[in-house]
Nanobody, 124 residues
Framework: QVQLVESGGGLVQTGGSLRLSCAAS????????MGWFRQAPGKERRFVTA????????YYADSVKGRFTISRDNANNTMYLQMNSLKPEDTAIYYC?????????????????WGQGTQVTVSS
């Protein structure tokens, strides 16, 4: 069983930055492909970005490309999401997820484990 815990969310003004972290309670963190998703009120959960097990490959949703950066530290079982130039439409609960497949995936159902989420609110 893998437990994922997100942190780093909060309230920020438009144009500001936040750094989210996802800590995994598993020794074999490096075998998992990891991803970030977000869910705004009344909307379905949507893909934000993902990273392969080694960290060599990443993929971004068009809406965040150039503003968000995903990274991982396999030695410390942690994944990060650096969010810059935040916009009000980035407001959502952000979830991290782990996939046994090891690649980078955009579809939620492929992921095997999920965190509880962290709220990000961007004020205009």
């Amino acid at each position: 069983q893998v437990q994922l815990v997100e942190s780093g969310g909060g309230l920020v003004q438009t144009g500001g930055s936040l750094r989210l972290s996802c800590a995994a309670s598993v020794r074999t963190f490096s075998i998992y492909g990891m991803g970030w998703f977000r869910q705004a009120p009344g909307k379905e959960r949507r893909f934000v970005t993902a990273i392969s097990r080694s960290g060599d490959s990443t993929y971004y949703a068009d809406s965040v490309k150039g503003r968000f950066t995903i990274s991982r530290d396999n030695a410390n079982n942690t994944m990060y999401l650096q969010m810059n130039s935040l916009k009000p439409e980035d407001t959502a609960i952000y979830y991290c997820a782990a996939a046994l497949g090891g690649g980078y995936y955009t579809v939620p159902r492929i992921y095997d484990y999920w965190g509880q989420g962290t709220q990000v609110t961007v004020s205009s």
